[in-house]
């Protein structure tokens, strides 16, 4: 059933113009919401809580996307959807649940509206507040990135199952092309030589799951039998001293590499040269970077948790360790860098994956699919 006419998309976003997982969700939602609508005519409405005030504009392949920031200010934020609610027919996306208060609103004003709430991973984990809960609840449909995900908001949050909808998140067209290329990527300065494992990651303290500072030990440990192993570890956060000072006191601080502040095609380059990716997190809602990794035709090693078991398949594209477990992290890495056809195999798996079953426009199809079925209800 084609949406009613005239139709409009209001999409509201925590931030689109930032460095992060959810704000590169937030970019891949708001690009296919705007292809779709630029494809059928309809109106688009694109809000941002947490990016600069007034106008932006959000650069996609060639494209501009242009949406408006509130920075920060929620009356201000919610004052803007409320006075949105009142437009003709629409359909309503939060693309965090955190904004589902703001979103329950508008169906107050506006019951017939339509509403969709995007989920990511580990603010769902646990129960939400109870008015936030009630919010979140009052959604006609639930998204999320990974099957592990949406059993949490069934099983944690209460949410329908039959409401729920699976929506794996892509590898961006950009990325993609520069994974086509890898050859022209540049590299930052002081990039190893020699066997390279690399991490990319938020060092935060309020995300210490990302278990980088287990590899900087299993590094540690392998580093005997595999004397030219190198550590690239590529993002910043509060928590970097304290990994630099792990490094330090395993004695590998001369084989732990952090980069820090690298542009997108250095990131590129980094996954293009490296030989193993490794991100043993026990908290990704998805996994931006396994994908990233992949797409480069990388084998990855993850721990056994979260919305990583749907990227990562054991001897397909990767290996999968136990939570926590140090001593098979260090296994899994000593077994493909002493392998480099099964780093081939486990790498090639990797790429056919990210061609079948995360390229954008299988997303965006997904994303039309779920506004003609929430049109319908």
Known sequence: MALRNPSRILALFSG????????QAGRLTAAALSQIAAN????TNFLSLNDPPDSQTLPWNGTQIRFRGFGRAKMRFAGAVMAAAWRPTQITIAAHPNLSLVAAQTKLLRPRLKSAVISHGVEVWQPLPRLRRKAFLAADLFLAPSTY???QLVRVQGAPSAKTRLVPWPLSPDFSEMAAEPETLPVPSGFP????????ARLAADERYKGVDLLIQAVAQLLPKVPSLYLVVVGTGDDLPRHQEIARRFGVSERVRFFQGLSPSEIAGCYSRCDVFALPSTGEGFGFVFLEAMAFGKP???AAAGGVTDIVQHEQNGLLVPPNDLERLVEALARLLADESLRSKLGWGGTQMVRSKFQFSRFRSRIEAILEEASSL
Not at 16 to 23: E, M, S, T
Not at 40 to 43: D, I, K, Q
Not at 193 to 200: E, F, H, I, S, Y
């Open 193 to 200: 030589k020699g066997l390279v494992v690399m991490a990319a």
């Open 16 to 23: 689109l113009l930032g460095i992060g997982g959810l704000q």
């Open 300 to 302: 990855v090693v993850g």
């Open 149 to 151: 995900t949406l059993d």
């Open 40 to 43: 059928r005519g309809w109106e």
